[in-house]
């Protein structure tokens, strides 16, 4: 690459708009997925379990409760329920969204809890945009929508559901089961009026995203063949009745699909990394030679980052940021054992046990905060603000460097 497709590169990266943060699920399903994991399960014995989807157990307390961190810092507020998965813990426009085993949480960016309500969902998970959030119950058929701070729809689909998405516009899709096929999606406006569906009949469907025109949809989808682990992306367009392309990774687990721009989305597997253009012309992949996958980070108009480490342990990550077309802007070697990862705009915040680490997509250092060893994830929506998800609660950081 020249210098100056390189600075070019650069100059586009830090003109990014902030990034819509979702946080997609492995495939731990039950009903049908969860037969088809049965099978994976034998096959591969076992499996690398990413940071992403950690699970924290808090210890039950008020939701209204507020508290000091270890550097009494007041805007902190205890975790309303006892159980939180990592992956359930969100950045919106307005501050954060997350929903635990008995509520639905979103919290303002003084960590002011602005809309709360409880749920009796099995294996809650949340999905966000910018504007909305889509909850739900993984196995469940029950889900609702919450936009500008109350919710606005609750429904029920008529079979388990494994995955959603949501965009800015309201349009959301579901995947869930469907008699007489393995996995079923269905798509919906912002008004809940139908518009799209696809059944899947060879693959078990169980990670989904859809695109900010709401034309695409990207699903993520598992099977075996001859024994072998076998991991499928389908490329769907919601005008038209067969998929646009479908891409076959081989020996593989998917972890997720997400659109990171406009006409991109990214696909995550245990090996590698890819982004693929939406109309299905190309891919440009990043595979990881062989190291393990710690953590990593996808979002919309931000690219991507990649925690790599060359041991099971986990320690002595590389930190890899790929651009938005999936181009390696940088590679850097720490010795830090990386849990979670959240990127905004030109910042990197960086997780490790006790500590926070900020860093630059170029790889320079701008401070680190000891944090406690019980910081579970990390949320960057704002280049000096980062919100801390510890063990019994969510804790407002301001970077100064």
Same mark, same amino acid.
């Given at each position: 690459?020249?210098? !100056?497709m390189?600075?070019?590169?650069?100059s586009?990266?830090r003109?990014? =708009?902030?990034?819509?943060k979702?946080?997609?699920? *492995?495939?731990?399903?039950?009903s049908?997925?969860?037969?088809?994991?049965?099978?994976?399960?034998?096959?591969?014995?076992?499996?690398?379990?990413?940071?992403?989807?950690?699970?924290?157990?808090?210890?039950?307390?008020?939701?209204s409760?507020?508290?000091?961190?270890?550097?009494?810092?007041?805007?902190?507020?205890?975790?309303?329920? %006892?159980?939180?998965?990592?992956?359930?813990?969100?950045?919106?426009?307005?501050?954060?969204?997350?929903?635990?085993?008995?509520?639905?949480?979103?919290?303002?960016?003084?960590? /002011?809890?602005?809309? @709360? !309500?409880k749920?009796?969902?099995?294996? *809650?998970?949340?999905? @966000?945009?910018?504007?909305?959030?889509?909850?739900?119950?993984?196995?469940?058929? %029950?889900?609702?929508i919450?936009?500008?701070?109350?919710?606005?729809? /609750?429904?029920?689909?008529?079979?388990?559901?494994?995955?959603?998405?949501?965009?800015?516009?309201?349009?959301?899709?579901?995947?869930?089961?469907?008699t007489?096929?393995?996995?079923s999606?269905?798509?919906?406006d912002?008004?809940?009026?139908?518009?799209?569906?696809?059944?899947?009949s060879?693959?078990?469907?169980?990670?989904?995203?859809?695109?900010?025109? =709401?034309?695409?949809?990207?699903?993520?989808?598992?099977?075996s063949?001859?024994?072998?682990?076998?991991?499928?992306?389908?490329?769907?367009?919601?005008?038209? @009745?067969? *998929?646009?392309?479908?891409?076959?990774?081989?020996?593989?687990?998917?972890?997720?699909?997400?659109?990171?721009?406009?006409?991109?989305?990214?696909?995550?597997?245990?090996?590698?990394?890819?982004?693929?253009?939406?109309?299905?012309?190309g /891919?440009? *992949?990043?595979?990881?030679? %062989?190291?393990?996958?710690?953590?990593?980070?996808?979002?919309?108009?931000?690219?991507?980052?990649?925690?790599?480490?060359?041991?099971?342990?986990?320690?002595?990550?590389?930190?890899?940021?790929l651009?938005?077309? $999936?181009?390696?802007?940088?590679?850097?070697?720490?010795?830090?054992?990386?849990?979670?990862?959240?990127?905004?705009?030109?910042?990197?915040?960086?997780?490790?046990?006790?500590?926070?680490?900020?860093y630059?997509?170029?790889?320079?250092?701008?401070n680190?905060?000891?944090?406690g060893?019980?910081?579970?994830?990390?949320?960057?929506?704002?280049?000096?603000?980062?919100?801390?998800?510890?063990v019994? $609660?969510?804790?407002?950081?301001?970077?100064?460097?």
């Amino acid at each position: 690459m020249s210098d !100056e497709m390189s600075e070019k590169r650069k100059s586009s990266h830090r003109r990014k =708009s902030r990034k819509v943060k979702k946080r997609p699920l *492995p495939f731990d399903s039950p009903s049908h997925v969860a037969a088809a994991l049965a099978v994976i399960a034998v096959m591969i014995g076992a499996v690398l379990v990413v940071t992403k989807w950690d699970s924290i157990s808090p210890d039950a307390i008020e939701d209204s409760a507020k508290f000091s961190d270890s550097s009494g810092n007041d805007n902190s507020v205890g975790i309303a329920g %006892s159980t939180v998965l990592e992956r359930n813990f969100q950045s919106i426009d307005s501050g954060l969204m997350y929903i635990s085993d008995t509520s639905i949480m979103q919290l303002n960016h003084n960590c /002011e809890k602005v809309y @709360s !309500e409880k749920h009796s969902f099995t294996n *809650p998970l949340i999905r @966000s945009s910018n504007d909305y959030s889509i909850a739900f119950g993984e196995g469940s058929g %029950s889900f609702r929508i919450i936009h500008d701070s109350h919710k606005i729809y /609750e429904g029920m689909q008529g079979n388990s559901i494994t995955d959603c998405d949501i965009n800015d516009s309201g349009t959301y899709c579901i995947l869930s089961d469907q008699t007489g096929y393995l996995s079923s999606l269905n798509v919906y406006d912002k008004t809940n009026k139908f518009l799209y569906s696809y059944s899947f009949s060879d693959f078990y469907a169980v990670c989904v995203s859809i695109s900010p025109d =709401s034309k695409k949809v990207a699903v993520g989808a598992v099977n075996s063949s001859n024994g072998q682990l076998v991991s499928k992306v389908y490329l769907l367009d919601v005008t038209k @009745s067969d *998929p646009v392309n479908t891409y076959t990774y081989d020996d593989q687990l998917i972890y997720e699909v997400n659109f990171i721009s406009e006409d991109r989305f990214a696909v995550v597997t245990d090996m590698l990394t890819t982004v693929i253009k939406s109309d299905g012309s190309g /891919e440009v *992949p990043y595979s990881y030679s %062989s190291q393990f996958l710690t953590a990593y980070d996808t979002c919309y108009g931000s690219g991507i980052v990649l925690s790599l480490s060359k041991s099971d342990d986990g320690r002595n990550c590389k930190l890899v940021t790929l651009d938005a077309e $999936g181009h390696e802007i940088t590679a850097m070697q720490t010795d830090l054992r990386v849990m979670a990862i959240d990127a905004a705009a030109d910042r990197e915040a960086v997780l490790s046990y006790g500590k926070l680490s900020l860093y630059t997509v170029y790889g320079d250092l701008f401070n680190e905060w000891d944090i406690g060893t019980d910081a579970k994830s990390v949320l960057l929506p704002q280049n000096k603000t980062a919100y801390i998800l510890g063990v019994s $609660g969510i804790t407002k950081m301001n970077l100064k460097y």
